[in-house]
C-alpha cells in the first residue's frame, strides 16, 4: 500500500509529470540536463527526481560525478498504464539541452 500511495502523491504535481514524460521521452537524461531544460535549480530538480525514484518510476546511473535517470524496467502494469497515459496528455515538453559532457 506505501509503495501505491508514493506512486500516486508522485504523480499530483504537474512539474514532476512533465520531468516524467521528458524522461520518458528522451530515455535517459543527465540531472544537469533536465536543470538546464527545465531552467529550475538543481536542489528543486532532485527532489523532484528523488520522489518519482521513490515511487518506482526512475533508476539511476552514476558515471563519474554526472548522475543519469531513465525510466526503470522492468515496470509493473501499473506504473506502464502510467506513462501511457502521461503521454497522451500533449503535454509541452522544454527542448532538451545537453550539457554534461
Keep these: 500500500?506505501?509503495?501505491?500511495?508514493?506512486?500516486?502523491?508522485a504523480l499530483n504535481?504537474?512539474?514532476?509529470?512533465q520531468i516524467l514524460n521528458f524522461?520518458?521521452?528522451?530515455?535517459e537524461v543527465c540531472?544537469?540536463?533536465?536543470e538546464n531544460s527545465f531552467?529550475?535549480?538543481q536542489s528543486r530538480i532532485s527532489r523532484h527526481l528523488k520522489?518519482?525514484?521513490d515511487a518506482g518510476f526512475l533508476k539511476v546511473s552514476r558515471e563519474g560525478r554526472w548522475a543519469y535517470y531513465s525510466i526503470r524496467t522492468p515496470l509493473d502494469r501499473f506504473r506502464q498504464s502510467v506513462l501511457e497515459e502521461v503521454s497522451y496528455l500533449n503535454l509541452t515538453?522544454?527542448?532538451?539541452?545537453?550539457?554534461c559532457k
Excluded: A, Q, Y
Excluded at 524522461?23 to 530515455?27: A, D, G, L, T
Excluded at 540531472?31 to 533536465?34: E, F, P
Excluded at 515538453?93 to 550539457?99: A, F, G, T, V, Y
Design 31 to 34: 540531472v544537469c540536463d533536465i
Design 51 to 53: 520522489i518519482l525514484k
Design 13 to 17: 504535481d504537474e512539474t514532476r509529470v
Design 93 to 99: 515538453l522544454p527542448e532538451l539541452i545537453k550539457s
Design 23 to 27: 524522461i520518458n521521452h528522451h530515455k
Design 39 to 41: 531552467d529550475m535549480i
Design 1 to 9: 500500500m506505501d509503495i501505491f500511495l508514493k506512486t500516486v502523491g
